[in-house]
């Protein structure tokens, strides 16, 4: 399997001197294509931090970050900026959807964004769309859909196209359990198509759908663990 996101002795620090808060610290990560990582840590950890630089949208103080394998110390700006327009996708639990356009539109629009014709952005968007169970949405504004809804749109439109990490920071965000879960299952075949994720959340159920699960505590990886998955929680206790 083809690493897609690769982090060697990362660190970040933000601040100097005595006010110097050491984000993240030596961190080694490898996540290949098709696999889903989840990100748990307390508040403050760097898992927010480790999202942003592995997103190309911050620099790391010191370490190698490489994504579709290019390290990126070596690149452009510009070249930077169409890695991330092309090959990365962001779910944040703030998600950003455009009210002025249509579900499909906003899905459509970093297609746009990235010089693709109008007409082919819209097929495109409208595949993903109905992948995601959103065929008779695609018309509608986002303050005409549910969270749900919202959510699942947010998602289509950091899938589409040829992206090949989607970074996701709390996509569950204030979704209830049936939603969260219609969610994680979006992510999960998302990955198994090929797309290579990474996801922070606090919530250890949801973090049971990934296939690894890394821990971070004060900017350090300080364990990981492949859950058996969601259904492994919800099993008889053989013990009994
Ligand atoms: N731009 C910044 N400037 C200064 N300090 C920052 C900045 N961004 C993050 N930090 C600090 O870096 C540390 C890690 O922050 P980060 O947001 O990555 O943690 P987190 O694990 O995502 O936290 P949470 O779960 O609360 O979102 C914290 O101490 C935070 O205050």
């Known amino acids: 399997m083809s690493v897609v996101l690769s982090l060697r002795q990362v660190s970040k620090v933000y601040g100097a001197?005595?006010?110097?808060?050491?984000?993240?610290?030596?961190?080694?990560l490898d996540v290949v294509a098709g696999e889903l990582v989840a990100v748990m840590g307390p508040s403050g950890s760097g898992k927010s931090t480790l999202l942003t630089i592995a997103g190309t949208l911050e620099e790391p103080t010191t370490g190698q970050v490489t994504?579709?394998?290019?390290?990126?110390?070596?690149?452009?700006?510009?070249?930077?900026?169409?890695?991330?327009?092309?090959s990365l996708?962001?779910?944040?639990?703030?998600?950003?959807?455009?009210?002025?356009?249509?579900?499909?539109?906003?899905v459509a629009l970093p297609l746009e964004l990235d010089g693709m014709a109008a007409r082919p952005a819209r097929a495109a968007?409208?595949?993903?769309?109905?992948?995601?169970?959103?065929?008779?949405?695609?018309?509608?504004?986002?303050?005409?859909?549910?969270?749900?809804?919202?959510q699942r749109v947010a998602i289509a439109r950091a899938v589409v196209g040829d992206r090949r990490l989607l970074l996701a920071d709390e996509p569950t965000g204030a979704l209830d359990a049936a939603n969260g879960e219609a969610v994680l299952r979006m992510l999960r075949s998302a990955?198994?198509?090929g797309i290579a994720g990474v996801m922070v959340t606090h919530d250890a159920q949801l973090a049971s759908w990934a296939?690894?699960?890394?821990?971070i505590r004060d900017g350090r990886v300080v364990d990981q663990t492949?859950?058996?998955?969601?259904?492994?929680l919800l099993a008889p206790d053989p013990a009994r």
């Not at 050491?22 to 961190?27: I, K, N, P, Y």
């Not at 994504?67 to 092309?86: E, H, I, K, M, Y």
């Not at 996708?89 to 906003?106: H, K, P, R, T, W």
């Not at 296939?211 to 821990?215: M, P, T």
């Open 17 to 28: 001197g005595a006010a110097a808060v050491h984000a993240l610290r030596a961190v080694d």
């Open 67 to 86: 994504v579709c394998g290019s390290d990126l110390s070596t690149l452009s700006a510009d070249a930077t900026a169409r890695l991330r327009r092309r």
């Open 89 to 106: 996708g962001f779910v944040f639990q703030d998600l950003n959807l455009l009210a002025g356009l249509s579900a499909a539109e906003n």
């Open 125 to 150: 968007a409208l595949r993903v769309l109905d992948e995601l169970g959103l065929t008779d949405r695609a018309g509608h504004f986002p303050d005409d859909l549910s969270g749900g809804e919202r």
């Open 191 to 193: 990955c198994k198509r």
């Open 211 to 215: 296939d690894r699960v890394i821990f």
């Open 226 to 232: 492949a859950p058996s998955g969601p259904d492994a």
